[in-house]
């Protein structure tokens, strides 16, 4: 991948992240007075902010304004953050605070050796992941939307009913399915939700999007990789029984209608992520995935 060197041309830089703990809340202070010390212009998002009793910076602020926004907290702090500021274009680097950390490059314990080396060193390179967009139909009017970094799902709102559904790729029929729902995965979300239901690994530079069923009362049902061009829409049989939801990352849910088409494909927007200069995806799969030994 190209690198492209934006060393301090990072003017403006963003924290943002949801605390879980004080150890996490401690991190963000400390970032904030790393960055002060420098002479960086900060903003903090509000949430964090009223928590320091700092100066508050509406999300939107932040998107228009910010050169780089540090997210500080774990995957799920950087997908709702991605999801929201992907239309602004401003680029995000991830200090890990959770658990897997797919997303989120910088370890805590190296967390200002490696700001300076990305901030003051210009040693990074940018990757853009696209994100989904979803969008339910009613009578032909869009009545709903919302996107995904990682993955659409479609399933019943009730614990382990099954739903009966058909997908068209590109207006053309591709299969019908009786299933607990379809997870549509991007390169990103395939390591999540869509692994732990079988589904393909995809290197993140893939244009390609999987369609992966959870529990398919058929064994010939597998998962599909289509083009990442790809329109995508789902309908649902009127025998279905139990009310319908759409979830995006797991994080925002759309219940919709049986009488509704459910259209999905990719956004106009993509995330711009950056990436420490030594950054490698198969030793990032190696190391939360447990594929780092070797038999010779």
Same mark, same amino acid.
């Given at each position: 991948?190209?690198?492209?060197?934006?060393?301090?041309? +990072? %003017?403006?830089?963003? $924290?943002? /992240?949801? @605390?879980?703990?004080?150890?996490?809340?401690?991190?963000?202070?400390?970032?904030?007075?790393?960055?002060?010390?420098?002479?960086?212009?900060?903003?903090?998002?509000?949430?964090?902010?009223?928590?320091?009793?700092?100066?508050? *910076?509406?999300?939107?602020?932040?998107?228009?304004?910010?050169?780089?926004?540090?997210?500080?907290?774990?995957?799920?702090?950087?997908? /709702?953050?991605?999801?929201?500021?992907?239309?602004?274009?401003?680029?995000?680097?991830?200090?890990?605070?959770?658990?897997? #950390?797919?997303? *989120?490059?910088?370890?805590?314990?190296?967390?200002?050796?490696?700001?300076?080396?990305?901030?003051?060193?210009?040693?990074? +390179?940018?990757?853009?992941?696209?994100?989904?967009?979803?969008?339910?139909?009613?009578?032909?009017?869009? $009545?709903?939307?919302?996107?995904?970094?990682?993955?659409?799902?479609?399933?019943?709102?009730?614990?382990?009913?099954?739903?009966? +559904?058909?997908?068209?790729?590109?207006?053309?029929?591709? +299969?019908?399915?009786?299933?607990?729902?379809? $997870?549509?995965?991007? @390169? *990103?979300?395939?390591?999540?939700?869509?692994?732990?239901?079988? /589904?393909?690994?995809? *290197? @993140?530079?893939?244009?390609?999007?999987?369609?992966?069923?959870?529990?398919?009362?058929?064994?010939?049902?597998? @998962?599909?990789?289509?083009? #990442?061009?790809?329109?995508?829409?789902?309908?649902?049989?009127?025998?279905?029984?139990? %009310?319908?939801? $759409?979830?995006?990352?797991?994080?925002?849910?759309?219940?919709?209608?049986?009488?509704?088409?459910?259209?999905?494909?990719?956004?106009?927007?993509?995330?711009?992520?950056?990436?420490?200069?030594?950054?490698?995806?198969?030793?990032?799969?190696?190391?939360?995935? #447990?594929?780092?030994?070797?038999?010779?």
């Amino acid at each position: 991948m190209p690198q492209q060197h934006l060393s301090r041309q +990072f %003017n403006t830089i963003a $924290i943002v /992240g949801k @605390p879980r703990h004080e150890i996490a809340l401690e991190t963000h202070l400390a970032v904030y007075n790393w960055l002060k010390d420098r002479k960086y212009q900060v903003l903090v998002e509000e949430t964090i902010a009223q928590q320091l009793h700092l100066l508050p *910076t509406h999300l939107k602020h932040i998107g228009e304004n910010a050169d780089l926004v540090i997210v500080i907290g774990g995957d799920g702090n950087m997908l /709702g953050i991605a999801r929201q500021l992907a239309q602004y274009h401003v680029p995000l680097i991830g200090i890990n605070r959770g658990n897997l #950390g797919f997303l *989120t490059d910088i370890a805590p314990k190296t967390t200002f050796e490696q700001l300076h080396n990305c901030l003051e060193r210009g040693e990074f +390179f940018i990757e853009e992941r696209f994100l989904l967009d979803v969008q339910i139909e009613r009578y032909g009017k869009m $009545i709903d939307s919302n996107n995904a970094l990682n993955e659409i799902v479609v399933h019943s709102s009730q614990i382990a009913r099954m739903i009966n +559904f058909e997908v068209c790729i590109d207006g053309k029929f591709a +299969f019908s399915q009786r299933s607990d729902g379809l $997870i549509i995965a991007t @390169p *990103t979300g395939s390591t999540a939700y869509s692994l732990s239901a079988g /589904g393909p690994i995809l *290197t @993140p530079n893939l244009n390609a999007i999987a369609l992966v069923p959870m529990n398919p009362h058929s064994l010939s049902s597998r @998962p599909l990789v289509v083009d #990442g061009d790809s329109h995508i829409s789902l309908r649902f049989a009127q025998s279905n029984q139990t %009310n319908l939801v $759409i979830s995006c990352d797991s994080q925002q849910l759309l219940p919709f209608n049986v009488d509704d088409r459910i259209i999905v494909q990719k956004s106009p927007h993509k995330l711009k992520l950056l990436h420490l200069k030594d950054y490698n995806y198969f030793n990032v799969l190696g190391s939360k995935l #447990g594929w780092l030994s070797k038999l010779f």
